[in-house]
């Protein structure tokens, strides 16, 4: 079973910085990476940001240059800093992670429960 703890939501107008942590615990052999994810009200769950453990990136074009992803490989910990922050970055923040069942290749997927984020003019 794996659990993911999300923190760091909140409310900051136009061009305030959030910082968003996502920590994994449970019994998982490896992690093959995670990411974020955010829901705007009336819209479908995007994909914002993602990390490997070997630390490679990607992000969706709306948020390249304003937010950096991380990973704490030790620490089992992804973050999310998000900077210049715009009213179109408002939604609810979802963790995910995806992992290998066990020692197979067979990967599993986990969400996290949100945060919050709303960004006000």
């Known amino acids: 079973q794996v659990q993911l703890v999300e923190s760091g939501g909140g409310s900051v107008q136009a061009g305030g910085s959030l910082r968003l942590s996502c920590a994994a615990h449970?019994?998982?052999?490896?992690?093959?990476?995670m990411g974020w994810y955010r829901q705007a009200p009336g819209k479908e769950r995007e994909s914002v940001a993602h990390?490997?453990?070997?630390?490679?990136?990607n992000y969706t074009d709306s948020v390249k240059g304003r937010f950096t992803i991380s990973i704490d490989n030790a620490k089992n910990t992804m973050y999310l800093q998000m900077n210049s922050l715009k009213p179109e970055d408002t939604g609810v923040y979802y963790c995910?992670?995806?992992?290998?069942?066990?020692?197979?290749?067979?990967?599993?997927?986990?969400w996290g429960q949100g945060t919050q984020v709303t960004v006000s003019s």
């Open positions: 449970g019994n998982f052999v490896s992690i093959n990476g």
């Open positions: 995910h992670l995806e992992a290998p069942m066990g020692y197979t290749s067979i990967p599993l997927y986990y």
């Open positions: 990390v490997t453990t070997e630390h490679k990136t």
